[in-house]
């Protein structure tokens, strides 16, 4: 089964890192990363950019609106994503555990749709 | 003959419902589904039984036919892959020996139930309804929930497992202490719930506590001997060792100071006086082996002829500083009570009652009537003892409290 580990954490602070804890923080998901690769259990990951990048489509009243930013504002902002293939959720949450985001913000854990093969 | 093989199968539905559930739903990994095959086994077994007879292994046969619903269900509901996947589970339940089958699915379930994706309020809930059996009618007033909304987030809770993909086993060493609790308090009170059935109910209590004693014994081994799991063991052989003393010839109810302790079952109290001492080794105390250190010191009286009061005060310290719970609280002014006279444990019993959850507990009135008693209140006493009365379901209890109000107003009128 598929599960998206969703990272949340607060765009201002990470704004605020020496170099130096960013290569600290850089190197702890190179690890996780390679952890998942070694253990079979990585499907895709990616780091995202921040918010103030971000544009979202929206259809308000049958019109289809572009607006800058986000979907919402929130005090923590989604910085990434690892979709890992786990045998269950407590596989899965154990993966969550050693995230180097559970330890700076948090990550949420979704099941992800099993769709029909074929 | 039909009478005979519906009462089979409604015996089986109450008393086996938790059981045959708990196989089945460790070997299809779905709980509502499970609940629903095993509904229709027994509509089916009600149904044939009373034409073609109660068959020889009545469990076997209500499991065939809850995993053929489940089967079909699995190919009806599911994508090739999964039900492919689901089928192989299935079939590996099938094929393994029935009684391979009980000794931990249920337990299994249990620690499922106390998943920590689940919210913590429904998790017991949630074990008495699937592992052991109880209607939702009958645990809502357990946790003060209307029984509509409590239903709902239990089959809420059951689809997230199901469809959130939690795994069904016996947790792994590092996830045990977050869940331990919560199964162990599900354990505790399915022993309490056959402790205060009528005692005439023999046979259905003894089923209750060998249940409890054998999910007992099963979670202390499997957690590796977690203090907590031997404190509740040792607790529950301690309450059981005593259960024939309860009742005299007549069948009227002994308190355990009353009780003789020849009557006392010595062999379990060894048990539990064995296992007490290995958890005590681990220095890490809590609640059930407070309690267990308690049972344990009333047993000593079988040895010293005597009770250690002073000790079974410091012991009741603990459990309060560790509970905080008002029950703790009650039962701590008894000891008090021997301890330092029933003038300040009467005090104390006073001040917790300003805690409105005591308004409807019995234990409590029952030890205030006692203290006001003792101190020569009488008509608080009386009106205690009105209180304890009423709330009292059993009728042997509820007998002897009578009595008490009796022997009050006795001493109050020789006194006049």
């Not at chain 2, 003789?260 to 064995?274: Q, R, S, T």
């Not at chain 2, 005090?347 to 006692?370: I, K």
Request: glycine share 8%; hydrophobic share 45%; net charge neutral.
């Amino acid at each position: 089964m598929q599960y998206m580990l969703l990272i949340y954490g607060d765009e201002a602070g990470l704004a605020k890192t020496t170099p130096e804890q960013m290569t600290e923080m850089m190197g702890a998901y190179r690890v996780f990363t390679e952890a998942l690769v070694a253990a079979g259990a990585l499907v895709t990951a990616d780091r995202l950019q921040p918010v103030a990048n971000a544009t979202t489509v929206r259809t308000t009243n049958g019109a289809m609106q572009l607006h800058d930013g986000p979907f919402a504002e929130t005090k923590e902002q989604l910085g990434g994503y690892y979709l890992i293939e786990a045998p269950d959720l407590d596989a899965a949450l154990g993966w969550a555990k050693k995230c180097p985001g559970a330890a700076r913000g948090s990550v949420e854990v979704r099941p992800v749709f099993a769709m029909p093969a074929g | 003959m039909s009478g005979e093989a519906r009462q089979a199968a409604e015996r089986l539905a109450r008393d086996r419902y938790g059981r045959l559930l708990s196989v089945l739903a460790a070997s299809s990994r779905d709980i509502a589904s499970a609940e629903d095959a095993l509904a229709d086994a027994l509509t089916a077994a009600l149904r044939d039984w009373p034409a073609s007879g109660v068959p020889r292994s009545p469990e076997a046969w209500l499991l065939t036919v809850a995993r053929r619903r489940l089967i079909d269900g699995a190919r009806r509901r599911q994508s090739a892959d999964a039900a492919l996947e689901q089928l192989a589970w299935l079939t590996e339940g099938a094929a393994a020996p029935l009684e391979a089958g009980f000794p931990d699915a249920r337990l299994k379930l249990l620690f499922v139930c106390a998943h920590p994706s689940i919210d913590p309020a429904v998790r017991a809930p949630l074990m008495l309804q699937v592992v052991l059996g109880f209607s939702a009618e009958a645990i809502a007033p357990l946790f003060l929930a209307p029984p509509a909304r409590l239903s709902q987030r239990l089959v809420r809770a059951k689809r997230k497992l199901r469809e959130a993909g939690a795994a069904f086993r016996v947790p792994e060493e590092e996830e045990l202490p977050e869940r331990l609790d919560a199964v162990l308090d599900a354990i505790y009170a399915l022993f309490t719930q056959g402790w205060a059935l009528p005692f005439e109910d023999r046979e259905r209590r003894a089923e209750l506590a060998s249940d409890a004693l054998w999910l007992g014994r099963l979670t202390a081994s499997l957690t590796g001997e977690r203090p907590e799991a031997m404190g509740l063991l040792a607790l529950m052989l301690h309450a059981w060792a005593r259960d024939k003393a309860r009742r005299d010839a007549h069948g009227r109810y002994v308190p355990l100071s009353e009780q003789d302790p020849a009557l006392w079952d010595h062999a379990l109290i060894g048990e539990a006086e064995a296992i007490i001492l290995r958890a005590t080794r681990h220095a890490s105390p809590g609640r059930f082996q407070f309690e267990a250190a308690i049972q344990s010191a009333h047993a000593a009286r079988r040895l010293s002829g005597r009770t250690d009061w002073p000790a079974i005060l410091r012991l009741h310290d603990g459990l309060v500083a560790i509970s905080g719970s008002p029950a703790a609280a009650i039962n701590r002014c008894v000891a008090l009570a021997e301890v330092h006279g029933p003038g300040v444990a009467c005090l104390e019993l006073e001040a917790l009652g300003g805690d409105s959850r005591l308004d409807a507990y019995q234990p409590y009135w029952a030890a205030l009537a006692e203290m006001r008693g003792r101190t020569g209140d009488g008509a608080g006493a009386e009106y205690a003892f009105d209180r304890a009365i009423a709330l009292q379901a059993d009728p042997a209890a509820r007998d002897f409290l009578i009595g008490r109000r009796a022997r009050l107003r006795g001493l109050g009128s020789t006194r006049r």
